[in-house]
């Protein structure tokens, strides 16, 4: 099972403190958003398992982390000054601003039609570096990290004596000033993108774009996004970027947003090492560009064998870091039940769903449009009980339920066997996981059971170097049920027994580890836990 609602991802993050709207105790401020503790976690292991698969673990790599400031003159000879706009319009009626190609026509927020003409507006913000706030003060905030590697081309190139074809990975902040940020970590005015340019020689590149297209879903079916959930989008001619020749993206099935892209694998040709090079009319460019009289270097190659200077073609996957982790969490998301509850509690749970309905159904306070959502949703739930049952806060939270009084009733029967009998788990694959290992003690008064875990959890945070944490703020059911929701791949608990103080001597120093999928306990010597660990997390 799969997230099947934003909503369910937004609430986990917020509630367990993966994600939090930015500045918010002072009100947020709109497409920015802050990644708490275990968001930080998970972004940096998505951004880790990137760098190992395409820097580490290809020979043909070099990484980089270029400022985000950049002289003014990239963004000129980039062509972004010109062209990173997208289409503004105002509605003359609530004065909303909309992006014109996402609203058909219609103003979202009042449903006018009274919309202006479509007008350019550049995304890039702009700032000013050092004191004196004159023109040639003015900078921007990188809109994307990949001019970074095109001005260090020459720079790489010379420190590493590279070979055609090579790639330049990196991994940074970009900044977008997005008409309409909305829908959560999607689209934002603050992100990070995972980007590699790689240079191939001129007539290679079409078959490199098909080479990093495979090896691109590859990738992200790793990390837990499989194929089948991507489609690929080749991008037709007038929806290209300046830049491009060929462009796919790769479309996730998101949640509520259907299929939206996470990462675009580019053909950019010559265009970027050509605009950014002196003397381009000596270069034998296939891009048009724009005539650059400020560049100081000729971004060029020079190839042994026909012992030539060609400007090489660049194929570039760019990931979101936001979007992938988002797609992460959808995939590796499960509400599932643990075991069945007794057939005659289901009974009344689904008495006080009927009685629910049935009122729904007389209300006079409800919109009809609310009433037959109300009515298809909880029958739905009616008919599917005891798996279901979860869905009962869901139906609960829609428009108009806050005024049946029997909700509450029904909240109260269901909330207690919800608790008992399901789980929220994210199946992460344990490199991304948040935290690896949980350590807990049976009994948090005993005092010699917590200086046991404690030990355990620092020795294994320090042998296997993964985040492992303690945790003694519940009974040890609800201690596990915090974990799988997110996502900790094993908890381990100290008990009597670990301590000799139990009915088997022969299980002193043993503890349990429990396995965050089947749910299994296995029982094994304190002394065995780090190799063990180690060979399941890798
Ligand atoms: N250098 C090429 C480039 O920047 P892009 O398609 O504009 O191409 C690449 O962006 C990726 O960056 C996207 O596939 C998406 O994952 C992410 N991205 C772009 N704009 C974003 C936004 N406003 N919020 C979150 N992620 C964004």
Known sequence: ??????????????????VFPGSEIYGGLQGIYDYGPLGVELKNNLIAEWWRANVYERDDMEGLDAAILMNRLVWKYSGHEETFND?????????????????????????????????????????QVGPVADSGAMAYLRPETAQGIFVNFANVLATTSRKLPFGIAQVGKAFRNEINPRNFLFRVREFEQMEIEYFVMPGTDEAWHQQWLEDRLRWWESVGVPRER???????????????????????????????????????????????????????????????????????????ESRQHVVPYVIEPSAGVGRGALAVLCEAYAEEMTRP????????????????????????KLAPDARDALLTYGEAIHSALPERLPEVEPLLAMPGAE????????RGQAQPLIDEHFRTVLR????????????????????AMVETARRIRQRLQLELGV???????GAIGKLYRRQDEIGTP???????????????????DTVTVRDRDSMAQERMPIADLPLYLREKLR
């Open 1 to 18: 099972m799969t997230a099947t609602s934003l909503d369910q991802i937004i609430s986990l993050c917020k509630r367990r403190g993966f």
């Open 87 to 127: 289409p503004l319009v105002d509605c003359r009626v609530c004065k909303g601003r909309w992006r014109a190609d996402h609203i058909h026509g219609r103003c979202p927020n009042c449903g006018s039609t009274d919309l202006t003409e479509p007008r350019p507006f550049n995304m890039m913000f702009s700032t």
């Open 230 to 304: 991507i489609t690929v989008y080749d991008v037709p001619p007038d929806e290209l970027a300046h830049y491009s020749k060929r462009t796919y993206d790769l479309m996730y099935e998101y949640p509520d947003l259907g299929a939206q892209e996470i990462e675009g694998i580019a053909n950019r040709t010559d265009y970027d090492l050509g605009s950014h090079s002196r003397d381009q009319a000596s270069l034998n460019l296939t891009a048009r560009v724009n005539p650059n009289s400020d560049s100081t270097t000729r971004l060029t190659y020079f190839d042994p």
């Open 341 to 364: 509850p007794a057939e005659e509690k289901v009974r009344t749970v689904a008495d006080a769903l009927t009685a629910f309905l049935k009122s729904v159904a007389r209300s006079e």
């Open 403 to 410: 005024t049946i009084e029997l909700g509450k009733k029904l």
């Open 428 to 447: 992460l694959r344990p490199r991304l996981a948040p935290v690896k290992v949980a350590v807990f003690p049976l009994k948090r008064n005993h005092e």
């Open 467 to 473: 985040r492992t944490v303690y945790d003694d703020t």
């Open 490 to 508: 094993y908890c381990i608990t100290v008990d009597f027994d670990t301590l000799g103080e139990g009915r088997e001597p022969a299980l002193t």
